[in-house]
């Protein structure tokens, strides 16, 4: 999915997750206007899907899988986004009901995320361990 993303953008590539999540596709390395991706994406991308990945074939998740990875993408977001802003991570823990040991890997692993929100909001106070 990330490889076709990179293609062709996530919009495109929600797309096919949407109609053939779940399933193995394989990309044929010569594009018809009438292949089933050109059908969902349109010639023009799916031709940029065949010319960089033509002879492939490649998984797509089904939109649940999706679905609880933007849930999850939200949650760590929500937790830097936090973090950023001064609150400490044994509050974060305790308004998110998780343990205070995931929060802080969940910071550790989105150290530049956090960052980033500390520069939109410079004086926000620094993460409390």
């Given at each position: 999915?990330?490889?076709?993303a990179?293609?062709?953008?996530?919009?495109?590539?929600a797309?096919?997750a949407?109609r053939?999540?779940?399933?193995?596709?394989?990309?044929?390395e010569?594009?018809d206007?009438?292949?089933?991706i050109?059908?969902?994406?349109?010639p023009?991308?799916?031709?940029?899907?065949?010319?960089?990945?033509?002879?492939?074939?490649?998984e797509?998740p089904s939109?649940?899988?999706?679905?609880?990875?933007?849930?999850?993408s939200?949650?760590?977001?929500?937790?830097?986004?936090?973090?950023?802003?001064?609150v400490?991570?044994?509050?974060?823990?305790?308004?998110?009901?998780?343990?205070?040991?995931?929060?802080?890997k969940v910071l550790?692993?989105?150290?530049?995320?956090?960052d980033?929100?500390?520069?939109k909001?410079?004086?926000?106070?620094?993460v409390?361990?």
């Amino acid at each position: 999915m990330e490889a076709v993303a990179e293609v062709v953008g996530w919009y495109s590539a929600a797309r096919l997750a949407a109609r053939l999540g779940g399933k193995t596709l394989h990309v044929p390395e010569r594009m018809d206007e009438g292949h089933l991706i050109a059908l969902i994406v349109g010639p023009d991308k799916a031709k940029e899907i065949s010319d960089m990945m033509g002879g492939e074939n490649i998984e797509l998740p089904s939109t649940c899988e999706i679905q609880q990875e933007m849930e999850r993408s939200r949650l760590h977001d929500n937790i830097c986004e936090m973090a950023a802003r001064g609150v400490e991570t044994k509050t974060i823990a305790r308004w998110l009901h998780m343990s205070r040991k995931t929060v802080q890997k969940v910071l550790d692993q989105q150290q530049a995320i956090v960052d980033a929100y500390k520069a939109k909001h410079p004086r926000r106070q620094e993460v409390q361990k």
